[in-house]
Nanobody, 124 residues
Framework: QVQLVESGGGLVQAGGSLRLSCAAS????????VAWFRQAPGKEREFVAV????????FIANSVKGRFTISRDNAKNTVNLQMNSLRPEDTAVYFC?????????????????WGQGTQVTVSS
């Protein structure tokens, strides 16, 4: 089973950009689907993006489509979330999650491995 560690969060002004990275341990990373979720204070965890094992089928939530992109580099065991045109409502803790089953569902129960999260704060 892989272990996931997120990085790249921070404080940014509205309209700015951040690039989050999810680094995975383990030699079987390429066999995992990886997704990003986020959770704002007092709210449920929300799907952001998911990418297939090979990286050829990214899927982005409507709330961030056109501003966020997801990519992966299996040789480096990383999945990145590029976030542009950030808004105050994007403020949340961002989590990466993985599953070995191949499913790319936008729901938390589809993922059995989670990172510890990284805080993203967007000021107005």
């Amino acid at each position: 089973q892989v272990q996931l560690v997120e990085s790249g969060g921070g404080l940014v002004q509205a309209g700015g950009s951040l690039r989050l990275s999810c680094a995975a341990s383990g030699r079987t990373f390429a066999s995992y689907v990886v997704a990003w979720f986020r959770q704002a204070p007092g709210k449920e965890r929300e799907f952001v993006a998911v990418i297939s094992r090979s990286g050829d089928r990214p899927f982005i939530a409507n709330s961030v489509k056109g501003r966020f992109t997801i990519s992966r580099d299996n040789a480096k065991n990383t999945v990145n979330l590029q976030m542009n045109s950030l808004r105050p409502e994007d403020t949340a803790v961002y989590f990466c999650a993985a599953n070995p089953s191949g499913v790319t569902l936008p729901i938390t129960s589809a993922y059995n491995t989670w990172g510890q999260g990284t805080q993203v704060t967007v000021s107005s």
